[in-house]
Structures are given as structure tokens and as C-alpha cells.
């Protein structure tokens, strides 16, 4: 049964959050922001007013969740008071004590999502390794099993790209993941992820080893500006690919843009419209830069603490065993199931968690 020091333990989280969170100073952006939307011209300028409404919605998350926590103590608080007095019951206090104790772990969880490109969306892009069929089934399998992770946890999923392999499999994709944090759950993702299985190409049946390559970065919008000279990057178009017969777009709608100082290439062919495939991909383009700069200010900051991890694309993260035992395993964190299945259905959040929750003691 709980006591007062329980509840005092509670109060004292609350009270750390409170600041780590910044929630005075969010409230009284928010309460500035609102009364800006209270200007009659606040519509004549759309984009600008979205911007407006962009900042007070992820800054309500913070707000809202840090209330929800405190209510949730401030009834405990009560019920305690109440059991004291003969007038509720263990049952009830111990109800009350859990929602508060799951209010306070999911917000000191979500504070590992604070920083502002956690809550931008997620561009994640899978590679197969060298080995022919065998990778091209397993970057297939890693979309499946990310668009499901995503679906599952109410993220809105859309395929900007894809290279089918010939045989099976797909060659590449690019995904958008949309909805809140979406690349604050993602951004662990980044490296090489290894399969190992018996395989189902190999007509003796040998087991296999496959490696994907999977990258994360976070989709910038127009509040944030990066500035691209026309001399820094080559446009190409092609035709889109498809099935055949009539799934084949005869126009080439498809683009393929180079940046030359870094050699990223992006690729899209998401809709039919050549001008909609530029704007998209000049904004994944956007979006990688910025993401490297995170990268460089992030390797700075290790070399200052003397503790500069490995963070560059490539590293293998993942090992996902099928045979001769079943086991998926994260090289980072240690975390593992058993399960491979549900991993491959979606299951990933514990694997997310533990790599979100080491980061962050790390900080």
C-alpha cells in the first residue's frame, strides 16, 4: 500500500519535469500565440497563420501531457486523503496510483522527444546490401514491417519512392512517416540491419546472411531556411516506373536530383506531376542538410564530452536471427525478443524505447 511519501516522490518528478519541459514558459507562448489569432487580419497572410497554429499545437502536446500528470497525482492526492478517513477503498487508491504512475513514466519518456526536429515528420529510406535477391527481399521485408509500425501507432504512411527488384524484393523505397514525433521515433532506426535465415531462393536450403541499409531524417518545412544555389545541384528526369502495360508512365514525371558538395541524390516519383516530384524532392534535399548539420553539431558536442559515439550511416544496429534460433537483437541497447514474428509485424516500439531511453541518460 502506497503512503505520503509516495505521493511526495510523485510531486518531486512533477515538479523536475515541469522545468526540463520549459511549461511556464510554453503557457505563456501559447497564451501570446492565441491572441495573435484573435487579430482579424490574422488570415490575410495563410502561410504565416499556419505557422502560427504549427507553434501552438506542438507546444499544447507539452502543456496538455505535463496537465494530464498533474491531475492524475492531484486525484491520488485526494483518494489518499479520503482512504485515511475510512471512506475509499485499497482497490481505489491502488487504481489511482497506477494511472499516476504510467501519467509520470510516459512523460519522462516523451521528454526524450524534446528537441524540435523530434516532432517534424520522418523521411526513412531503405537500401539492399550487396547479395542480389536475398537483400532485395529483406529491404522488402523492412518496409512491410516499418509501414506496419507505423499504421499500428497512428502514423500516417505514404510511398514517395521505390526501385522493384527484378526477381523479388525491391532495390530501394523512401517512406514518409507523418503524425506526432514521428522522427523522434524513428531516428534511432539509422544503419545496417542483418538478417539471418534459411533461405527461401536457395534450392538447398543454406542459411543466409542479408544486410539493408536504413536512414532517417527528419522533413524540414518552410519555417526552417536553407538556401540552395542553383549551381550546387543537377536536375535529371526519367520515366516513372511500374508493373508494365498501362501501370507504365510513358512521361518523365520522374526526377533525380544531385547535390554536388555532399553527393546525395534524391529520387522521387510520388505523383504524376513533374513540377510536384521537383518541390518534394528539393525538399527531402533540404531536409538530408539539415540533418547533417544535426550530425556535425552532435559530433562537436561528443568531443567535447570525450564520449563521440558512432553515429555515422552504416553502422549495424540490428541482427534479426531466424534460424538456428529466433532472436532480434539490438546491438546498442542489448534489447532483444524472441518473437520475430511480431517484430517483422510492427512490434518495434520496446526496441525504440530502450534505444530513446539510453540516448537520453547519455544527454
Known amino acids: ?51 502560427v497554429l504549427k507553434n501552438i499545437r506542438a507546444k499544447k502536446i507539452w502543456v496538455d501531457a505535463y496537465e494530464v500528470v498533474e491531475s492524475a497525482i492531484a486525484d491520488l492526492d485526494i483518494i489518499f ?37 523530434d516532432n517534424m515528420p520522418a ?29 499500428k501507432n497512428g502514423f500516417k504512411v505514404r510511398e514517395l519512392d521505390m526501385h522493384q527488384a527484378e526477381t523479388a524484393g525491391i532495390k530501394s523505397c523512401t ?5 506526432d ?47 540552395i544555389a542553383s549551381s550546387d545541384i543537377t ?29 546525395i541524390m534524391i529520387e522521387n516519383s510520388e505523383t504524376r506531376s513533374q513540377l510536384e516530384n521537383k518541390a518534394k524532392a528539393m525538399q527531402l534535399l533540404k531536409s538530408q542538410l539539415y540533418e547533417l548539420e544535426l550530425r556535425k553539431r552532435q559530433s562537436e558536442r561528443d568531443k567535447v564530452e570525450g564520449n563521440k559515439k558512432a553515429i555515422e550511416f552504416g553502422s549495424q544496429i540490428r541482427n534479426y536471427v531466424m534460424h538456428p534460433y529466433k532472436l532480434v537483437k539490438d546491438l546498442r541497447t542489448s534489447h532483444e525478443s524472441s518473437n520475430v514474428q511480431a517484430v517483422m509485424d510492427g512490434d518495434l516500439n520496446a526496441f525504440i524505447k530502450a534505444y530513446l531511453m539510453q540516448e537520453g541518460q547519455k544527454e
Open 1 to 51: 500500500m502506497i503512503n505520503a511519501d509516495h505521493i511526495k516522490a510523485y510531486e518531486v518528478r512533477l515538479k523536475a519535469l515541469y522545468g526540463y519541459l520549459g511549461i511556464e514558459k510554453k503557457q505563456m507562448l501559447i497564451a501570446d500565440e492565441l491572441g495573435l489569432t484573435h487579430d482579424p487580419n490574422f488570415w490575410d497572410d495563410p502561410k504565416q497563420a499556419e505557422v
Open 81 to 117: 486523503e479520503f482512504h485515511k478517513e475510512g471512506e475509499a477503498s485499497d482497490d481505489e487508491v491502488m487504481t489511482l496510483d497506477t494511472a499516476a504512475v504510467k501519467a509520470i513514466e510516459e512523460l519522462e519518456f516523451k521528454n526524450m522527444l524534446s528537441k524540435e526536429e
Open 123 to 151: 523521411i526513412l529510406s531503405i537500401n539492399s546490401g550487396a547479395g542480389g535477391t536475398e537483400s532485395q527481399d529483406w529491404a522488402y521485408m523492412l518496409m512491410r514491417m516499418y509501414i506496419m509500425w507505423g499504421e
Open 175 to 179: 517512406l514518409q512517416f507523418e503524425g
Open 181 to 227: 514525433f514521428a522522427y523522434g521515433n524513428l531516428k534511432g532506426e539509422s544503419g545496417v540491419h542483418r538478417l539471418v535465415r534459411l533461405s527461401p531462393f536457395d534450392s538447398a536450403n543454406k542459411r543466409h546472411t542479408s544486410f539493408a541499409s536504413v536512414f532517417t531524417y527528419p522533413l524540414i518545412d518552410e519555417g526552417i531556411e536553407i538556401v
Open 235 to 263: 536536375w535529371e528526369t526519367m520515366r516513372a516506373g511500374g508493373a508494365g502495360g498501362q501501370g507504365v508512365n510513358k512521361l518523365e514525371t520522374a526526377v533525380r536530383l544531385r547535390h554536388h558538395e555532399t553527393g
